[in-house]
């Protein structure tokens, strides 16, 4: 078993350490109760032995006391051989010889649902001799193995079988022996009551210490899998059938007040073992063999009972809060795509980009998340436009999401609004969304790589809708947004010195850190210019088109560069060395004062939409 946890580390898991420690001998001042000696074998138990453990669904193990003692399992197997009739002959069948009714009557009653002909519930052992009798095949040596097999997958290691307390139980089990004759009597098992008893006995004397009921616990928490293993033991419809009736039925005639205190799934056995789970995130185990007058163990119950308080864990008290389901919501008029854009582009833009709006989701998309989710996207819809749903921070999304989002690209398409989804990402694969998605009509929904990138389309579409087509090529120097208002002499001494360069798409045109040398004008192509993150990965925060310039910071100060440009296809530049653009600038005033007012002018622009972006995205 893991000793540490890479994934939660260490530190998280000697907290919890420290607290089942704490526990623990807070609780070892209980001393009420006795051991059961009614199977003799159980009566050698030491009464003050105390244990706990917890098995996070990740695998991850913290555990106190005698935690590493092994003692025999007795009723905590019922749940577990239950789970194993469902699977191998589903619910039906087993419901046919088992019910799930509590009785509220002892654990070892003689009693049975006479009107249906079947014990009541799985959890006593009338139901459990039942369901014995249908995993026996009549072989006790081929029943026990089998019944080893499903007990070692569930703990993860192989478990052993204490033949001693088995031969104890065997020679006394009278009463046992009573109900399964009563019910053979009935029709109620079939086959050979020894044999089922046999394998009844042999399941009770499966020998586990806290740490293997942990994670036993775990594999029900889990949907079934074995969190140590991976080995998907039962299917998760099993799982969940088999919590169900741990809840109403696991703690005997304690099991309505339990579940009052409590609130959590638990199943409890004679030799004072005990197991509750919390679906979705642990199993606990906890071992003290003094029982109450129920047959349930007195630290057994408080331990679970202090832990379920102190944690908040009760099964219907709220843990989720659907309120934080959205974590930001912005138009394109707020933010922007990284693209340069020439002035009357981003005055228009300003006018029309609200018909964009983003919603970014956060945390796991649930039923009630996913409905204030879907709420919010329809009540943006009614404006039409575009609207963006990303998912890049949020958690997973389970079936209830999936089918609640999956109905939005033809709810909104029928409001006239264009859904684009971002940010699906493999961690949402198993909900099935991104396949719904495909699945919808053409035109309802849209996959961009990302929000800048949906942002960026939409404006290319809003601006080719709007005006036509820019030339795509800069037919001369005149029309360079840097130059903008220079006298002809001036251009033409700038086209006197311009050197015309042509790049290969993906070539490098700048790197970080070379020293400034140049100053650019893009003639055709597009550049993209990335900043460097202290990781070392780059990440694109401006496109340059024709017209427009870059690398044009060497013309204020002589430092180093501080971003890559590389050409986006192929691009064709006209690059103006920065020394002697500088001196012609120092020789020409009305230049001069052109270049600086057209560069103040488009840093501004950037700085307003930067402080735009700053408060949208805050
Ligand atoms: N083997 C025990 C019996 O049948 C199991 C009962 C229990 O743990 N409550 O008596």
């Known amino acids: 078993m893991p000793e540490t946890d890479a994934a939660t580390g260490p530190g998280a898991r000697h907290l919890l350490q420290d607290y089942l420690e704490r526990l623990c001998s807070e609780l070892r001042g209980l001393s009420a109760g006795e051991v059961a000696t009614y199977i003799p074998e159980l009566g050698r138990a030491d009464p003050e032995g105390f244990g706990i ?77 039942a369901v014995s009798a249908l995993l026996s095949d009549g072989s006790p040596a081929e029943d026990e193995l089998r019944m080893q097999g499903l007990f070692s997958d569930l703990a ?48 009770c004397s499966v020998l586990a210490d806290c740490r293997d009921l942990a994670v036993m616990a775990a594999t029900l928490a889990n949907g079934g899998a074995n969190p140590l293993t991976g080995r998907q033991v039962y299917s998760a419809p099993v799982a969940q059938d088999i919590l169900s009736v741990m809840a109403t039925c696991g703690m005997y005639d304690y099991a309505g007040q339990w579940i009052f205190d409590v609130g959590l799934p638990a199943k409890s056995g004679v030799s004072g073992m005990l197991c509750a789970v919390v679906p979705g995130q642990f199993g606990l185990a906890v071992w003290s063999p003094r029982l109450d007058a129920v047959g349930n163990s007195v630290r057994g119950i408080e331990a679970c009972r202090r832990i379920a308080a102190d944690f908040g864990l009760h099964a219907f008290a709220p843990h989720l809060d659907p309120g934080a ?63 963006v749903l990303d998912f890049h921070h949020a958690g997973s ?84 947004a840097l130059f903008a208002g220079a006298a002809p002499a001036d251009l033409a001494a700038l086209e006197r010195m311009a050197v015309r360069l042509s790049f290969a798409p993906g070539e490098r045109i700048i790197a970080r850190g070379d020293t400034a040398r140049a100053v650019f004008v893009l003639a055709a192509g597009q550049v993209d210019i990335s900043a460097v993150a202290p990781d070392g990965t780059a990440r694109r925060v401006s496109a340059v088109g024709p017209g427009q310039s870059f690398g044009e910071m060497a013309l204020l100060e002589d430092a180093p560069r501080a971003s890559h440009a590389d050409a986006a296809g192929a691009a064709e530049c006209y690059a103006f060395p920065a020394a ?18 057209n560069l103040s002018r488009s840093l501004a622009a950037r700085l307003r939409q930067a402080n735009r972006q700053i408060i949208a995205l805050d």
């Not at 879907?374 to 009540?379: K, P």
């Not at 990138?453 to 080719?464: G, M, Q």
């Open 53 to 129: 453990a917890l098995a996070m669904v990740d695998g991850t193990l913290a555990a106190a006391g005698d935690a590493a003692e092994e003692v025999t399992i007795q009723s905590v197997s019922k749940p577990f051989m239950y789970g194993a009739a469902l699977e191998a002959l589903g619910r039906e069948a087993v419901m046919a010889r088992v019910g799930v009714e509590p009785t509220g009557e002892r654990f070892n009653a003689i009693l049975l649902d006479e009107e249906n002909n079947r014990p009541f519930n799985p959890m006593v052992n009338a139901g459990a001799i």
């Open 325 to 387: 389901v959205i974590r930001r919501e912005y138009s394109s008029a707020e933010v922007a795509s990284c693209r340069e854009r020439p002035q009357a582009d981003c005055a228009l833009l300003e006018r029309e980009g609200a018909a964009l709006r983003v919603i970014e989701l956060q945390g796991p998309l649930y039923f009630a998340s996913a409905e204030k989710a879907v709420r919010r996207a329809g009540a943006l819809a009614e404006r039409g436009g575009t609207l």
């Open 397 to 480: 999304i389970d079936r209830a999401a999936a089918a609640l989002l999956g109905q939005l690209p033809a709810a909104l398409a029928g409001r006239g609004c264009q859904l684009c989804v971002t940010g699906l990402g493999p961690r949402h694969e198993s909900s099935g969304l991104a396949r719904q998605l495909e699945e919808a009509p053409a035109g309802h929904v849209t996959r961009p790589a990302g929000i800048a990138e949906a942002i960026e389309a939409h404006e290319e579409a809003l601006i080719a809708r709007a005006q036509p087509p820019r030339e795509a090529r800069l037919a001369r120097l005149s029309g360079a």
């Open 156 to 203: 993860g290691r192989p478990l052993e079988i204490d033949l001693t307390v088995f031969g104890s139980e065997k020679e006394t089990g009278h009463r046992n022996r009573a109900i399964a004759w009563l019910m053979l009597n009935s029709g109620m098992i079939e086959g050979d009551p020894d044999a089922v008893l046999d394998l009844y006995f042999k399941q």
């Open 580 to 597: 002697a653009l500088r001196e012609l600038l120092a020789a020409r005033p009305a230049l001069a004062a052109a270049v600086y007012a």
